[in-house]
């Protein structure tokens, strides 16, 4: 096994660390297929299923969990990126988290009722721009109470998935070389 999936790892470790010990290094191998010029997605689709749905749902979770206004503007743009918002929603499904998964759509319902750009050309929300719209912070705070709800158990539901199969998180993408 790999050194982040170590057996006494993958029994002893809190969801949160097992899943960002399982997502370290595919971060990593992102930062530099990106540093190289690369787009990361040849290596992407060298990732198991378990760390495609791992790798979407860390990269939308390390944006988003600060405060309302990350949840509120990386949701937009990750929408507006399009792929990626699908890859969220699709990671969300694989590991069978449909509250989480209808949370985020409810929150898409809110942005494109409230004409945020869905295609990335036109995306131009600044940040800090929740609290300019009262009507549109009023929508969003009752869905970021229930995001903040509901992440524990989509933690521990993403690490239960992760201790059940190991083995789908053994194998790292092959990084470009630059």
Not at 16 to 21: F, I, K, N, S, T
Not at 130 to 154: G, M, Y
Request: glycine fraction near 6%.
């Amino acid at each position: 096994m790999e050194d982040h999936m170590q057996d006494d790892t993958v029994l002893t470790a809190e969801a949160d660390e097992l899943a960002e010990r399982c997502f370290a290094p595919l971060i990593a191998a992102y930062k530099k297929d990106r540093s190289a010029g690369g787009d990361f997605a040849e290596s992407f689709r060298e990732l198991s299923p378990g760390q495609q749905a791992l790798f979407t749902f860390r990269v939308f979770y390390a944006h988003a969990v600060h405060s309302r206004e990350d949840l509120y503007w990386w949701s937009a743009y990750f929408l507006a990126k399009g792929r990626e918002w699908n890859g969220i929603k699709d990671g969300l499904r694989f590991f069978g988290d449909l509250p989480m998964l209808q949370l985020l759509e409810r929150l898409e319902g809110v942005l494109a009722e409230t004409g945020h750009a869905l295609d990335y050309a036109q995306f131009d929300l600044s940040f800090g721009s929740l609290a300019l719209r009262p009507e549109l912070l009023a929508a969003v705070e009752p869905i970021d109470a229930e995001f903040r709800r509901l992440l524990p158990s989509t933690l521990q539901r993403i690490g239960r998935y992760i201790r059940e199969h190991p083995q789908e998180f053994e194998r790292l993408p092959r990084q470009t070389d630059g």
